[in-house]
């Protein structure tokens, strides 16, 4: 039966109707269920083995389309019973949409079986009527022919029989198809429960969820209330709000409206003032038409200003000239190669000589402070615009004024660049000394036809306290010209002492002093002016702890900076105006004095590193610039004497030679008539010692004792008694460990005397000459006058004595009564050792008496140029000393006819 049904089902499935017919046959209809198993795999009873998921697996493999109805069922029974034996209750998404799915191919299978049968039914009714009226046909024709109708009565009978045969089978096969359809609908219902169920738990769930969802909507509606609440309250506020608002807003109105009115009050008083601005404007336009008429003569009087800003300027530096004010020039040295990025303490450089410099320890107004000197020079200042300010000073020299230009600063700050220069090779590197040697040449050479000069160069370096000549005395014995002496110069630079330190490869480790000698005789007046320049490179001060400095270094570093401090000392002197300068302290002060404390015009060249590193030393050297543009040495003068003042002083010296003579005379006649005197009044008289009224003159105990017995020379002693006596040594006294200096001094002064006295009498005994003198020289005239009378005036003396070494002393004087060039060379012992004989080789006619170790020998001037101005005469012994003119008037006061003299120069 089953199978029949799947055979139905099938053959219904593929549309083959005819296959109805055919299926009559049992054999057909066999062969036909074997091929719809053959499409099929699985027969029923093979899914009882099989999980669900393997039977949905082989449906989708196999597809429903091709399943036979009967699979399908068994699919469904298996499906449900699986489930019911799980007793889950739950059917798994996949398995619903597999039951639904067979499900809606069942109900289509049975919708098509049924329209199938329908149409069955429908072609047997036509075919039963198609029949019957046949039968009717047939009826008729039996009423026709007996025979005919009884055949076609059996046959007729025959298809009704086949006819209700099938009409039977088919009545069965619907009856069939009916129990099948309730079958199905059955199997339907119980799927459709189960769907329902699962429909039921969905809704439950569906339920539940909607019950969540419910809550949730209330919590919302909650919150939505609290919102609604809370808009309602801000609404009341925003109203509460526009109402202040508006009632603000009415208030601004109002006074909108008052300060309108007031607007327009005032638009009238605008009208009014601007009618009165109108109107006052008018009056300014006419005044400062006024004042402009007034300002162009304000500007034509600016104009005049900066004239006379420029005239003042000019006042100002004459009058410093006038005072004599040592004029200081700083120069900044500039970065070397390599410390390119360090910082600098310079923050200001100003065209008028300011200079601000920043402490980098400190911030704000206290971290700078501001220096004024006559000029400032910055790091990219070139050698030749720091000789352009410094030439007209230098060419003074050739007018007769001393000039010294000495470099100041610390160790490495570039003193030797300034002075000396980097590289000798090349011409734009020269340094102050070879530029001014150069001009001076120069200029000596263009004035050649006018005035002759001689131009005497010497250098020397203070090493450790000892003077120490650079150029040797063979070279200064010979005559050279310029570029030979360019090439001495650097044979002298190379001589002098240099040391590596930390702070500077190449530190001069002592001072050097170049001095250049000028003597001018003036061709048509024969005046005779003389000019002397010290160019000094001092040794750079040093922190030694910076400088690193041990062994000869650092005793090198020490004596450097105890002769700066020495320096500094008498800068402090010199600026306070005190009436004791200590310049006896070091060697360098000593060489300094002239140029300090004397009539020369002076400049020093304050150095500076920039580095902030050197910015203690910085200040230190700035402030110690500051001290010095502060001394002011008075007006320089000229060394000039007219052909008339040295005939005066030849008249002088004659007349001093007859009043010595007279002297003499009157001495003799006085120890005659004491003799007689003591032959009347007995040897042991106490009046005999003190009846000189010289000797009371003297009056001082110390000389009196020197007198009596001691080994000195009376005049000695009183010339150490006039000297503690003036302002300028009054203090030696009471000088720091002065005992000894001060012997010393008394020492060289006596030394000094004698070497006078004893140019000026020929090399005669100079004691016994000064004792028989203070024996008859007559009361009007005291020693201080005999001096003088020799030419030693107060302030050579000083000069001259202050210049004298400690430990050896030499001096000289030139054969025409000069004494200005023998300070120079008071200093140069090793010049002692030539002799006249060299000068009268070289026609030399300047020659210095030196005494060294109480030996009296004379020197030549050390070296000479321009030798077409020599005069060729040979030296001489010394004419009686004479004194120069400039320098006169108390020393020219000792007679009337002196008096003179002074007054007409
Ligand atoms: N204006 C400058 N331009 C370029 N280089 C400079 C300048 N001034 C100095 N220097 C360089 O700085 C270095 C130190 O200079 P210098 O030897 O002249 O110093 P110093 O003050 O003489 O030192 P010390 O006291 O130790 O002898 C040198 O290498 C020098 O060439």
Redesign the pocket.
Known sequence: MNSHLELEVYASENGETNSLCEARNGGVAEETENKVHGAFQFKQGCYADLPAAKILESMKLNSLENSSTRSLFSVVNKVLGDNIERKTGDITQCMAFLLKKVVQEIEQRVSTQAEYLKKQNNLYKVLEEKYQSRMRVLETLATGTYEENEIEKTEIEENKKVHEQDILRLTKEKDHSDIQISALKQELELAKNTYEKHCLQLETQATETKMELEKKLMELECLLTDSRNKVKELEVFSQSKSLRWRKKKHGYKSILDSQFESLQGLRVTSESIKREVLKTQRIYSEEFHHLGVKLKGLIAAAENYHTVLAENMKLYNEVQDLKGNIRVYC????F?PGQSKKRTTIEYIGENGELVVANPLKQGKDSHRLFKFNKVFG?E?S?EEVFLDTQPLIRSVLDGYNVCIF?Y????????????G?NLSSKGDWGVNYRALNDLFHISQSRKNSIAYDVGVQMVEIYNEQVRDLLSSDTSQKRYPFHYVLELMTIGLMNRS?GA?A???????SHSVLTVHVRGVDLETDAVLRGSLHLV??????RVDRSEATGDRLREAQHINKSLSALGDVVFALAQKSPHVPYRNSKITQVLQSSLGGQAKTLMFV?LNPDVESYSETISTLKFAERVSGVELGAAQSNKEGRGVRELMDQVASLKDAVAKKDEEIGKLRLVKTSVNDERQGMSSPRHGSSSPRRHSIGSPRQSRALSGGKRSGLAEKAVSDRDNSSEYSDKHSEAGSQQSTDDFRHHNELFQQSRLAVADGGQNPTEDIESRLALVDGSQNLTEDIELLGFGDADHEERLSDISDGELSMGTETDGSLNSIVEFTLFPETAKLRIDSAEKFGIDIIFLVIHNGKTSIIPFLMFFNTAFLPSVPAKLPRPPQKQGHKGSSRLSLTSGFSKVSSSM
């Open positions: 120069r900044i040295r500039p070397l790091p200042a050698q470099a600063g610390q160790t490495g700050s570039g003193k030797t660049y300034t002075m000396t980097p240099v330190t702070l500077n490869e190449r530190s001069s480790r490179d001092l040794a750079g001060s040093e150095q």
